[in-house]
C-alpha cells in the first residue's frame, strides 16, 4: 500500500464484486426506490421489537450480497460493521448469525466508509480474501435511543433530519468484475463546537469539508477528478455549509457532481425535514444508487464522503458539543 | 503480511515503541500498583461526571505513551481506540482532544486487542508511520451503564466481575526498539446461550477457546511456543472454563504458563468476586504490567487473549443471549 499522510492508496484495486441495499416502507416511496434489492413493507419486518428489526436488515444486506456475489458466508474471510445502537448491538448479533471472523468499528453514520476502508485495506494488504463491509440504522430505534420514541410523536425543527431505516452490504475481493476501490481517507475529528442534536448537518459540515480538503491534498488531485462526489449525511443545511466552507477554502466544488446521501434518498413531498441521516443512509445510497449507476456505465469515477456525529445521549445532556468525523472512499469503475 | 484462515501474520513485526497504563485508586491497591505509570487517587479525576473521567483515563494513558515513544501527537498517522461507553464517546472525545485521523473500534473488552491487531497491521501494510492503539474503562461509569449507579450498593453474586477503572495505550511504529507484534487472530463471534449478565467470564469463555484454537492452527504451533498466554477478563470462573475446554478440546496449556488479566490485577482481599473485567482491564496490564515483563527480559514471547461480550443493556433485557468474541495478539522480544 501506498500512503500519503492520512490517505491510503491501494495499488491492487480491491474490487466491489457485489454489494445490496435493504429499505424498509418510507425508503420504498423515496427517489431511490428501485435501487433497494429488498423493501420491507413492514417497519417492524416482523419482529417484537425495533432493534431485532434494524438486526434483520443488515442481515438481509449481508446475505444479499453474499449470495449476489456467488459466495457463501463461509468463504467470507472477515466482516467489518457498525451502527448506531449501543455497544453495536446489530452488527454483533449478525456477526453471531454469520460465523465469520468479526471487526466491530464504531463511526456514527461515517461507519459505512470506515468499514469500506478497512475492508479494502484488509483486501490490499492480502489479509482477507472476501470480505463483507456492512452498515445499517432503523429509524425508530435510532429516534428511540437517541431522541424520544416515535409514538411520543415529537415536534422536530426544520434542521432536524430523518434516521434511514436502511442497510447496505459490499463483498470485497481481490479480483473479478465490479467497481474498484482506488484510495481511502480517514478522518480527523472536528468539533466547532455546536451541541444542538437537532442541526447535526451544521456540525458534521466541517468534518466533512476537513476530510475532503485531505483527499484532494494527498492525493494531489482536483475535484474535477470524480464525475460525483456525495457526502453522507449532512442533508440541505449542512451540506450547503460544507460548500460554502469549501468555497471559503478556495475549493470549488461544480454543484452538478456535489451531491449529498441524505438529500437525495427521498422525495420533496416526504417530510424528513433537512434529510435523512444514520449509519444507513450513505450505506443504502452508496451500494445501491451510485454501485449501480456505475455498473451501468453512468458513473466512472466516485468519492463517497460518509459523515458520522459522534455525540451519545449522555454527552448531550453533559453539555458538551458535538465531535464530527467523515471517511472518504474513491471507488473507480 | 501473510495471511492463514483468521490470523495476520506481519513479516515487518511493528514495534511496540512504548506503552502506558493509568488506573484508580482501587487498581492502586492491587497486586500490579507498580506496573501503572500514573495512578489516580481520586476516582473522579476532578471531573464532574464518571464519563468525563473515564475520559481522562484514556487521555492521559494515551498523552503518556506518545511522550513515552519521544513523540508528539502531531507524530502519530492514526488514533484506534474503543471503549464500553454508548457511542464509545470516551474514544471519540479523546480523538478531538489528540486530532489525530481516528478509527473507532467497537469489541466491548476486546477491543484493546482489535486495536493492536489493526494497528499492527496499519504499519505493517505501510499505511501508517506511527499509530496510537489503546482503550479504556472507568468503574462507576460501567456500572451505572450496565447494571445499577454504584451509590445504590447492590448486592451481586460471586461470578460477577469487577469493571477496571484504568487505559491502557501503545504506540506502535516500523522501526525500533521493543515489543514487537508478530501475529494477530481475530475471533468469530460464539454465542452458547448464556444470558446472565452477572456470568460473563462463562458467557465469553468458548469464544477465549475458538481463537485460542484458531491461533495455534492457523500459525501450526503449539502452547509451549508461549512464555505466558494470557486471556483479558474471564476471570476466575470463565478462565477455569476455558482451561477445562480447551483440555477437552485436546489442547492443554501448562497452568504456569496460563493466566488471565481479570485474574491478576487485584489483590486477594479485594472483594472483586471473580474477578476484574472491562476494556481497561486487559489494557491496562498489557500496556503495563505485561510489556514490562519483556521489556525486563522476563518474558519473550506472550498471547494476549482479550475477551469481549458484546450485549448491551437493551438486547439484555429483550431476553438475548450474550454473544462473545476474542481476539489474540502475538507479542515477541
Redesign the interface.
Known sequence: ???G??T?VFPSKPVILSSAAVGGPFEAQGNLGDDFDILHEDLWLGQD?F??AEKMLLQGACEKAIEKAGKKKEDM??FIS?D??????SS??T??TL??????????CSSSM?GLS?AS??I?????DYVVAAACSHNASAEKQFRYPTEYGSQKPPTAQWTVTGAGAAVLGKQGEGPKVTSAT????V?MGISDPFNMGAAMAPAAVDTIEAHFRDMNIDPSYYDLIATGDLGAVGHRIAGELLMKHGMKIPPEIFTDCGIIIYKKEQKVMAGGSGCGCSASVTYGHFLNRMRSGELKKILIVATGA??????YQ?K?SI?C?AHAVSIEM
Chains 1, 2 share one sequence.
Not at 84 to 89: A, E, H, K, V
Not at 99 to 108: K, N, T
Not at 124 to 128: F, L, P, R, W
Open positions: 500500500m501506498l500512503k499522510h492520512q491510503w421489537s432493534e431485532k474471510t472477515f457498525g448506531l445502537m449501543n455497544q453495536i448491538i454483533s448479533f456477526a453471531r460465523g465469520v471472523p468479526y471487526l466491530g468499528i464504531f463511526g456514527a470506515e478497512l485495506l484488509l490490499d494488504s492480502q489479509g482477507a480517514i478522518g480527523r475529528v468539533d459522534l455525540m451519545s445521549p449522555m454527552s453533559q458538551e465531535p468525523i
